[in-house]
């Protein structure tokens, strides 16, 4: 049986990953393995390892590497852990196949680790551009590691074929997070609001807002921007979600719990909110708003606004519910403004959905399987320009 080790740094990761990993645990000629990382492990962060488990999957390994630190020095600190940590492991594991997906530090660390080991690895959501971000050079580097290649749209796609990787490597299966809106059975609003604890309102706004990690100083007037547009909006639930472990994010998890304790008739947050009770608050939410990724993929399904603000997004495709704002109040006031009006609202139920059709999972685990001998060795693809 080919060894198909998984790997997952976050509760988001977790969420996008829970699909594929469900078809490899019940495939009869893979054997599942799956390590546990970064933020699943810190109890700052929600310790969402319990979120694996609950789901009924066996960590294999659980790498500690994230330090108590959003600092630069911290995150190159976690990067050099991860390495050393995720060497430890595969030497024990032994993996046929390592799959990452997308652009964490820890992830960086771990196909490091696996590539002096010489064991192939599949990325998934290489190719794409976030301008406002060190993950975009992440990303790129974690693609030049890795020897299958699963896009979430032909550009992008193509995109990883520019950066030299052979065109038969390269596969477009859609956005994974898609596939477990169509699976997942959500929640209804009375069995939402007794699960997060709160009463919606007549108008309710999720939040996700993220470290721009590179930019030097903390987006701490950013952040106070949002904070302030939000509470202008009359009769509105607001549902924060905290920002990830990436430098400065600390500073706005803090901003968030200052908030929600003074306002604690409207505003409710979590460290993690899981993946059914973050898809299904999409269904009562009016609009959401931050610099999320899952802003600009998965929230569109359901035909809701997002307003995206900065640059930490910046040169993803952008569905037609995609609102992008700058930081400034008053572009912050526009855009909530824009998100709320009834004709957008509207032609927005009927845009055109650019990241799959939900059945990326499936493909990309016929796609494995049919690789059943992968050469750790690459040649460049030369594009005649």
Known sequence: MRKICVITGTRAEFGLLRSL??????????????????????PEFGYTLDEITAAGFV???????????DTSVGVSKTIALAISGFADAFEDLQP?????LGDR??????????????IPIAHLHGGETTEGAYDEAIRHSITKFSHLHFTSTEVYRKRVIQLGEQPDTVFNVGAIGLDSIKKLELLDRETFEKSIDFNLKKRNVLITYHPVTLEKEAPIQTFE??????????ETGLIFTHANSDKNGRIINKMITEYVETHKDKAVAFKSLGQLRYLSSLQFVDFVIGNSSSGMTEVP????????????QKGRINCESIINSTHTLEDIKKSITFALDEFFRKKIQLQKLLYGDGTAAEKILQIIKEHNHISIKKSFYNIDF
Do not use: W, Y
């Open 301 to 312: 399904a359901f035909c809701i606004p997002t307003i995206n603000i900065g640059d930490r």
């Open 225 to 234: 921007n949002i904070l302030q547009a939000l509470d202008e909006l009359p």
């Open 105 to 118: 530090t820890e992830i960086l660390g771990a196909v490091i680790a696996a590539g002096m080991a010489n």
């Open 96 to 100: 046929n196949l390592v799959v990452v």
């Open 21 to 42: 990993i469900e078809l490899i645990s019940k495939d009869e000629k893979l054997q599942l393995q799956l390590i546990a990382t970064g933020m699943h492990l810190s």
């Open 59 to 69: 960590v294999n390994k659980k790498v500690e590497c994230l330090l108590s630190s």
